[in-house]
Structure formats: structure tokens, C-alpha cells
T-cell receptor, first 114, second 113 residues
Framework: DGGITQSPKYLFRKEGQNVTLSCEQN?????MYWYRQDPGQGLRLIYY???????QKGDIAEGYSVSREKKESFPLTVTSAQKNPTAFYLC?????????????FGEGSRLTVL | AQKITQTQPGMFVQEKEAVTLDCTYD???????LFWYKQPSSGEMIFLIY??????QNATEGRYSLNFQKARKSANLVISASQLGDSAMYFC??????????FGAGTRLFVKA
């Protein structure tokens, strides 16, 4: 079945450590996204990528980095510069700009900083 | 700038009854799409329904319908015959191109047996 796979599902990190969240899709979608969700809030866009080797900052990119070396993969690194990284992270994908904009989501990764 | 407003932080509904979740949007674009997503306690976001700004008919998908009132910039979700499995967070979202989707803060729906 086609879909988006995020790993790990739960991650604990000590302050000052970088962590990388994995996101893989087999939907052959061009665009991929990372969203952050805090309790009781909607989703906020961190980064997105329209095509391989290209990505754009979203609304809350500070303290995060991404890469897009393959169409299928869009990993997110939460760096030590992110002041409040504890959150639920969702990866998504969509077809090209000619689509409706429907997003297909992974199951999420919950990051807790100890 | 785009904005989505969901004014109901929480809603209760009796099983088998209908419920309406409110959503208003603010955009100056003529072409846009409106979405509703469901987020169960497990965390994944599930697409429910889509309405294009030029669609004249209200969108329907099974027990879900979108009450689209363009002049009022309203896109309410109606769930008919509520089921216990409908208990979840529901997010309204808008898309005007440019790979940016804006989400509302969500409404938590509780279905009572």
C-alpha cells in the first residue's frame, strides 16, 4: 500500500542534542512537508520541498534543517538551536501544484526533550 | 494573509445524531480549496472532504458534508449519524496554491453513547 512512513514514533532527547526524524513516501508525490503540532493547536509549517534538491522555509523554520536528496525522502533535523522542541511532528506529501492541495500524512513522531 | 477560525474548542454530540463543526476562513484569493481533516488520538491526520471555491454544489463524502457559504466565508463540516469512532480532533484548512496550507486550531468532538 502507498503511504508515508515516519520514524521513530517516539523519541526522547537530552538538551543540546540534535535529532533527525525520518519521513519516507512511496506515493510518487513531488511535494513534501514538515509540520509541528503543539497541544491544543493546529499545525504550523516548518519546511516544505517542491522538488528534489530544493526546499523552502515555512513559518517556523528556526532551529530546524531538512534535506531532499531523493524524491521519496525528506528527513527533518531538530537542532540544539530549537529552543522548545518538545512537540508532535507530522510529515506530509502532496501532488504537484496542479492538484487540489490535499495532504497525505504520516503517523507522526512525538519528540520529548528531557 | 490567510486565516482559519474554528470557534468551538470542544463539542459533544449524542451517538446517531448530527453535528456541525464551524469554520470561517479569511482569504483575498479568488481560487482556493477548503479541507477538513480528522485526527484520532493516535495522531495521524485523515483527509475527510474537499471543497473548491468554484464548486457550486456542497461537497459530500458519505456521512460528511461541507456546508459552503462563500459570501459568509464559511465552510462548516456536518457529520450525520455520529458514531463513537467519530470522537477525534477535527481541523479545517485552506489552500490557495504555493504549497502552503493553513490550519485552524481544531475542534475536539466527543460522541456520547
Amino acid at each position: 500500500d502507498g503511504g508515508i512512513t515516519q520514524s521513530p514514533k517516539y523519541l526522547f532527547r537530552k538538551e543540546g542534542q540534535n535529532v533527525t526524524l525520518s519521513c519516507e513516501q512511496n506515493l510518487n508525490h513531488d511535494a513534501m512537508y514538515w509540520y509541528r503540532q503543539d497541544p491544543g493547536q493546529g499545525l504550523r509549517l516548518i519546511y516544505y520541498s517542491q522538488i528534489v534538491n530544493d526546499f523552502q522555509k515555512g513559518d517556523i523554520a528556526e532551529g530546524y534543517s531538512v534535506s531532499r536528496e531523493k524524491k521519496e525522502s525528506f528527513p527533518l533535523t531538530v537542532t540544539s538551536a530549537q529552543k522548545n522542541p518538545t512537540a508532535f511532528y507530522l510529515c506530509a506529501s502532496s501532488t504537484s501544484w496542479q492538484g487540489t492541495g490535499e495532504l497525505f500524512f504520516g503517523e507522526g513522531s512525538r519528540l520529548t526533550v528531557l | 494573509a490567510q486565516k482559519i477560525t474554528q470557534t468551538q474548542p470542544g463539542m459533544f454530540v449524542q451517538e446517531k445524531e448530527a453535528v456541525t463543526l464551524d469554520c470561517t476562513y479569511d482569504t483575498s484569493d479568488q481560487s482556493y480549496g477548503l479541507f477538513w481533516y480528522k485526527q484520532p488520538s493516535s495522531g495521524e491526520m485523515i483527509f475527510l472532504i474537499y471543497q473548491g471555491s468554484y464548486d457550486e454544489q456542497n461537497a459530500t463524502e458519505g456521512r460528511y458534508s461541507l456546508n459552503f457559504q462563500k459570501a459568509r466565508k464559511s465552510a462548516n463540516l456536518v457529520i450525520s449519524a455520529s458514531q463513537l469512532g467519530d470522537s477525534a480532533m477535527y481541523f479545517c484548512a485552506s489552500y490557495t496554491g504555493g504549497f502552503k496550507t493553513i490550519f485552524g486550531a481544531g475542534t475536539r468532538l466527543f460522541v456520547k453513547a
